[in-house]
């Protein structure tokens, strides 16, 4: 399949549910950190209430989650957030006792055509994670870039 400019597969998505934003289906307890405004999808590949990419190609795509947290400052656990996608994932650890501000993830992934991608949120305390929701303060993205 030929991909030409106008047709590059590209979007960009935050979340701005105010009610949590998040959905299970992932392994270990993480959740798939949903982003339900999209900016721009170019090309219809990300589904935004499910929060998930698919590659309509085979190629290499440029995948980032920024995100602002902060988290209750009476928890002693972890939380981590990152990208996963059908050939592996990313992860950072954000961090505990409420240690606030804006973290990113990015990374180069090899998708073959029908591959998911979606940004995931985890922490060790039944997800006492919270975030700012909107578009300034979170994003989902990604392009095709090769």
Known sequence: TVV????LPAFR???????????GGLTGGAAVWICNGES???GGNFNNST???YAPVDGYYLLTFT???YTSYDNDS???????????HIIINHGTKGE??????????KLDAGDGAAPYKWSGSAYDMTTWRTGS???FSGALIG
Do not use: R
């Not at 998505?13 to 959905?23: E, V």
């Not at 804006?102 to 992934?109: A, E, I, L, P, T």
């Open 4 to 7: 030409t400019q106008p047709n």
């Open 13 to 23: 998505a935050s979340n701005t549910d105010t009610t949590g934003g998040t959905a």
């Open 40 to 42: 721009f999808d170019n």
């Open 51 to 53: 929060g998930w990419f």
């Open 67 to 69: 995100i602002f947290m």
């Open 78 to 88: 972890n939380t981590y957030f990152g990208i996963y996608t059908s050939n592996g």
């Open 100 to 109: 606030d501000g804006g973290h990113g993830v990015s990374g180069v992934f």
């Open 137 to 139: 303060y979170n994003q």
